[in-house]
């Protein structure tokens, strides 16, 4: 089916850092403009230029849209707060962050296209190593660029670049499923990270089988899926899944005095069949889907069920990952 509605869906500006105006003059608002926290100017020069970039890309997705014989519509991330319906693709500008954003308002119909609008610049970095850090955005999954954005799109409207279907993360709290799926990771802890998580948890498959019970003080439960296993997991010791995989992977993070018995299910795989259940010990407690943005509160003796029985999520893959499926 030829795709003809789309929905392009934007990073905005907010995200990055107010700057003073030249001169010292007010903002428009008339709010004294706030004080400059960097001392060296390839700073600010670089800030700059990763808003002006980000905006050219938009202005350029634009563009090439207008040119297409396709209904379009543009919506920024902020500004989105029910589900996706009534378009055959969204594409996202911004990086992962803004494609995660997007997925959570998406069904499994609907394929999601991620354009990195701010990539990284390797000689840019090598330059400015020694001086701040001058890595940009990731776009891990992220299949277009602004150099290569009208290719990939008319691959995609004329069906020669398939979309792939990726895992999500579902959460029952208390037998009740919770409305977002998280397409890289979630992560049950206090609300505070600097407090102690106390909980238990077991793997159970559904003919009833399970592993013993184990109780955990730690900083918390990670769970991750293939397309997140490149992320917050994999910092924290854990490995790389294959793209196309339906199993998951969980870790405690930072466990207190472990039981030797325990120990071999502190990190490992759910698998397809199989589920996390998890019983919450603290007053307050936090279920964090892709990052901060979207999070459930938990409280004392709130049972949570963890898998893999979720919508899958069609995405537009970049050719290394495509490579890394196959």
């Keep these: 089916m030829a795709l003809r509605r789309v929905l392009l869906f934007v990073k905005p500006f907010d995200v990055y850092p107010p700057r003073p105006l030249p001169g010292g003059a007010s903002s428009p608002s ?12 390839k700073v600010l020069s670089y800030l700059d230029d990763r808003c002006r970039v980000h905006k050219e890309t938009i202005n350029l997705c634009k563009s090439v849209l207008q040119h297409k014989s396709i209904d379009w519509i543009s919506v920024q991330r902020n500004d989105m707060s029910n589900p996706i319906h009534d378009v055959d693709l969204v594409i996202s500008v911004g990086g992962d962050g803004t494609l995660l954003r997007a997925s959570h308002f998406l069904n499994s119909s609907i394929p999601v296209l991620g354009v990195n609008s701010d990539p990284t610049c390797p000689d840019e970095v090598d330059e400015l190593t020694d001086e701040f850090d001058a890595r940009r955005s990731t776009g891990h999954l992220c299949a277009a660029t602004a150099a290569n954005f009208e290719q990939i799109l008319d691959a995609t409207l004329d069906g020669s670049r398939q979309p792939s279907e990726l895992s999500r993360i579902s959460v029952k709290l208390n037998g009740l499923q919770l409305p977002t799926y998280a397409l890289n990771d979630i992560l049950v802890s206090h609300p505070c990270p600097a407090s102690v998580s106390r909980f238990s948890f077991r793997k159970r498959s559904n003919t009833g089988e399970s592993s013993h019970l184990i109780n955990c003080r730690s900083s918390g439960l990670r769970v991750a ?10 910092s924290a010791g854990g490995f790389v899944m294959p793209i196309s995989s339906h199993e998951l992977q969980y870790m405690i993070r930072e466990p207190i005095s472990p039981r030797d018995a325990d120990k071999p299910l502190l990190h490992g795989l759910v698998k397809q069949g199989q589920h996390i259940l998890v ?8 279920v964090y889907f892709d990052g901060s943005h979207v999070m459930h509160s938990i409280q004392h003796g709130d049972t949570l069920e963890i898998s893999s029985d979720a919508p899958i999520l069609k995405v537009i893959l970049p050719e290394n990952l495509l490579k890394q499926g196959s």
């Design 225 to 234: 899926t293939p397309a997140g296993s490149t992320a917050a997991m994999l």
């Design 30 to 41: 008339s709010l004294p403009p706030p004080p400059l926290r960097v001392s060296n100017p």
């Design 279 to 286: 019983v919450w010990y603290n007053e307050e407690g936090a």
